[in-house]
């Protein structure tokens, strides 16, 4: 028996040794014996290509599936990342398959997957509770109607024309060696109020203003036939 056990372990010890020794070249499977016809069960590298060659952008963009190289780890990560070091842009190669192996792997100090976290999941605290109801009521305060919020969530109109090559701000002191440009903005905003006040009050804008509420007054009075009167006209013009 113990002769047997022996025989045994000897035969274990010289397998396993004989497993780890190359194999002869006449023996040894190289490319060049595979077949080519299967060569998507064999080659990796080509089997990768194969399947993303003729993915698009907008492909991908209505599958909803990746169009741009994105990081695995989570905002402000600054080490190493392979898929932006690689360009990785199909996550369907094996070069994440590796990398899921390996965080798999015991013997290895892999960093966990941030899955989770990029996907706005609670995946780090210790008792995850999800985001919380904050209130929404009076946060923006607004005129009653939510597309008019008041400052500083909106943007303010002021009656100040903006700059540009036709406007001259009124604040704008060039040079205090030209006495002459001093105030030269705030003389053209005068003189363009003048005008204004001088148009609103002239009497030739009231008189047709006057005209045109006339007309306006008359048109209202005017009789608008009906639509069986008008067919009917048409039809006595027609004979």
């Known amino acids: 028996l113990a002769q047997a056990i022996w025989a045994q372990v000897l035969f274990a010890v010289w397998r396993a040794f004989s497993a780890e020794l190359p194999l002869p070249p006449a023996h040894r499977e190289t490319m060049l014996s595979r077949d080519p016809a299967k060569q998507w069960e064999w080659h990796e590298a080509y089997r990768d290509h194969a399947k993303n060659m003729y993915r698009t952008t907008y492909s991908d963009m209505i599958h909803g599936r990746e169009t741009y190289v994105r990081s695995d780890y989570p905002a402000g990560y600054g080490g190493h990342d392979p898929a932006i070091r690689f360009d990785v842009l199909h996550r369907n190669t094996a070069i994440d398959r590796k990398l899921a192996l390996d965080r798999r792997d015991p013997s290895r100090d892999s960093h966990p997957s941030f899955a989770l976290q990029l996907e706005g999941l609670p995946s780090v605290t210790a008792f995850p509770c999800g985001a919380k109801k904050n209130p929404t009521k009076g946060v923006v305060p607004h005129s009653g109607s939510t597309t008019d919020p008041r400052p500083p ?18 604040t704008l002191r060039r040079n205090a060696s030209a006495p002459s440009l001093v105030g030269a903005g705030a003389q053209v905003v005068e003189q363009k109020q003048e005008r204004r006040r001088m148009f609103m009050e002239s ?4 008189g047709l203003k006057r005209t045109v509420l006339n007309a306006n007054a008359e048109a209202a009075k005017a009789y608008m036939p009906t639509e069986l009167e008008v067919l009917a006209g048409e039809k006595l013009r027609s004979l």
Do not use: E, G
Not at 153 to 170: D, G
Not at 203 to 206: G, N, S
């Open 203 to 206: 009497p030739t804008a009231d």
């Open 153 to 170: 969530w909106a943007l303010l109109a002021s009656n100040v024309p903006p700059l540009n090559h036709r406007n001259v701000p009124a």
